[in-house]
């Protein structure tokens, strides 16, 4: 019944959320195209940076065409639900904790956790990239003659959930060091997000060991469409096992919800120094 | 000329205000990224397909295209000048606003410059990189291209004032630019569809791309410096009157 409860609740943020958005798309329908526009040709362009590549070069490190349209389909959907459900900074965190805006939160009849799921939600604005991305998909499917299944179908909603996980859990593991220092910080997370978004285009295919193993262990930006865009095509590489994004999601994800709790508890007992009594951003 | 040499100074510390040490994030994740597209770039020429572009010029091209990125798509504050405040300090000071922007910029590189352009270019013989310009021509087409950077980003500067303060969409719009229509990422000459032989003349293609084109001798300099120079004439201006035009509509609301 509890659970019942929680997952109504839940829907009925997410209801809110939406309803800002449209309200945001109605009032302000000029800017709020140009804004779907700008955000869906920036992340066409860089998607298509490489598949014009591997279309010049006939493929890369062994990928045919159709397979690298494959990957950047991936992650163009990717890229969608992540702007789809983090429109609120609510995946940048360091930015909310930077800038003392959790005391914010605190203040709120909710739990922090229903805040930070919900209030990001952007479906009318914020859908153009996931629709791109399905659009991408369903193109490098035909052209790859793949044959679908159920399973393969749940397996591509596992693996694009465990690279989710793996985004906001590093998010939130690097964002942790804003609770100690909020002016330093304050943008960590966009240099652990955006920074590396140009990497996790890269199909590693063909590169050397030594470069495919650290993007697939320290700086995970091969299981961001790379790896599992390989296991969905059904060439697991590496030798790694095709579950290696899931187990990789998890260790990541209980690794950050430590630190992060951590933090928390630093942060409740220290407060923000962010603002000085006058309200002036210090 | 010494209030705007302070005014680079005071830029060039501000970036290292709270220590090396938080610089250091985004010089690891520069490295990290530089080294596979290295590699990508090695598997992709592999193929042995005839690009107009050997290898080693690839990796030439790819490289200096990395250290010195700040100058080869020039992003000055304007770019959140509303909203984040800068605009009063620019204004409540007795100088030039674009020279003051100018100046920022330029002290803004140069904890970058020494602390990965330096070590990584000392280091470029370890990935057998010859960082050595095939056309002396290089330094001038370098300086049209910083010059035209700035008119570009004052452009886009106005363009957000117009916007309202559309700081996302602007910056959406410019990493659409340098992803594609600059040339730092993909040489121009690599795309396919005839899209080269159209876009080489484009003001954007007149940025980074075209000298890196001359650093690693696959352009005729003196048509590269013809058009940079020709685009710096166009744009300049362009830009100087549309930022006289714009300034009134300028709302800040940041700090």
Redesign the interface.
Known sequence: MEVKKAIKRTISLFAISAKLDLVWLLRDTK?AL??IL??A??N???V??VY??A???????GMSVDEVLFMMAYSTIVTGIFILFGSGNNIHISRIIGRGQLEHSFMQPLTLRAQLLTSGFSPFTGSSNFIIGCALLLISIYKLHLRITIWWILLLVIYILSTMVIIIARSYL?SSAAFY?P???EE?SS??ID??W??ST???????YF?QL??LTI?PEGLMAWFPSLCLLGKTPMNFSEYYPLIYALIIALAANYIFRRGLNYYVKKGSNRYTPRG??R | MVKYFKTSHMACLEKTN??IL?LM??II?KV??L???I??WQ?????G?D?GMSMSQMISYTYVSTLLSDMMVVKTAASGWLSEGILMRLYGRPLSVLGQLVSLTIGGWVPMLTLFTLPMAILSPIFGVSLRPASHWFFISLFLCISLGFAIDILFACLSIK??N?N???S??R???V??LSGT??PIS???FGFEKILKYQPFACLGGASLSIFVGIAEPANVLFLQTVWNIILWPAALLVFKKSQEGMVSYG?
């Open positions: 800017f140009a804004a700008a955000d040709i920036s066409i362009s860089v298509s940076s014009l590549i279309f010049r070069f006939g493929g890369i490190g690097v220092a002016v330093a910080a960590i240099t652990a920074g590396t140009q990497l890269f199909p590693l295919s063909g590169m050397p470069i650290p993007l700086l002036f951003r | 709270g220590g938080y994030p985004d994740i990290c990224t080294i596979p597209l590699f990508l598997v992709v020429m592999s193929t397909l690009v916007l309202r559309m996302w969409l602007i959406r719009i990493a659409a630019i992803a594609l990422v993909i690599f795309l396919p700090g």
